[in-house]
């Protein structure tokens, strides 16, 4: 059975510029949700996507945005970065969005925006 | 708004010497609550679900108690590798997110 997996482990951007991160969900699950952790805190639900539908949405603005694939792996994009997207970004992934399954999740994607 | 509270923010121990983290809850309607641990720079590691009042779950040095108000983490006779962040996070109401606290912060020392 195969984990989550996320790329890429290290990013940095400046102001400004756009991001995209990946995420290859967990053999078998059809959900993946993406959150936000800055350096001492919890992560920040983002959004999740099932079966390729936006499927809830937390507090972040537009400019963050996500898609998922047939496969069930996903993206978040992130345009216009600011200094405080500099975070950890985590991936989930679970079965049936919505549902109370356990999340599993990815190792992050340390980003820094200069 | 879902609110979960951890305490303490930091503890340390000395290996062997028991102890427990607390996660306390305000939240409409809990469907569960869940127990992570994190080593830093990495993803959370999951532990553990509870889903009712009354319910428990063990897990080698670790276990996991739930009420109506809150969940407690048992940590009996730690070693250093258990050294990590421990976060707390539920689900609730109509959502699919996860609400996180803040985490505990534990570290076992020789």
């Known amino acids: 059975e195969t984990g989550v997996t996320q790329s890429p482990t290290h990013l940095i951007k400046t102001r400004g510029q756009q991001v995209t991160l990946r995420c290859s969900s967990q053999s078998g699950h059809n959900t993946v949700s993406w959150y936000q952790q800055a350096l001492g805190q919890g992560p920040q639900f983002i959004f999740q996507?099932?079966?390729?539908?936006?499927?809830g949405r937390g507090n972040f603005p537009p400019r963050f945005s996500g898609l998922q694939f047939p496969n069930y792996s996903s993206e978040l994009n992130v345009n216009a970065l600011e200094l405080d997207d500099s975070a950890l970004y985590l991936c989930?992934?679970?079965?049936?969005?919505?549902?109370?399954?356990?999340?599993?999740f990815g190792p992050g994607t340390r980003l820094t925006v200069l | 708004e879902d609110q979960v509270t951890q305490s303490p923010e930091a503890l340390r121990l000395q290996e062997g010497e028991s102890s427990s983290l607390n996660c306390s809850y305000t939240v409409s309607g809990l469907r569960g609550l869940f127990w992570y641990r994190q080593d830093p720079g990495k993803g959370p590691e999951f532990l553990f679900t509870l889903y009712s009042a009354g319910e428990e779950k063990e897990k080698e040095r670790l276990k996991a108690t739930l009420t109506k108000k809150e969940s407690f983490l048992h940590i009996t006779a730690p070693k250093p590798e258990d050294s990590a962040t421990y976060l707390c996070?539920?689900?609730?109401?109509?959502?699919?997110?996860?609400?996180f606290g803040t985490g505990t912060r534990l570290q076992v020392t020789l």
């Open positions: 996070a539920v689900i609730a109401g109509t959502a699919s997110k996860l609400t």
């Open positions: 996507y099932y079966r390729e539908e936006e499927n």
């Open positions: 989930a992934s679970s079965l049936d969005g919505g549902g109370d399954n356990e999340q599993f």
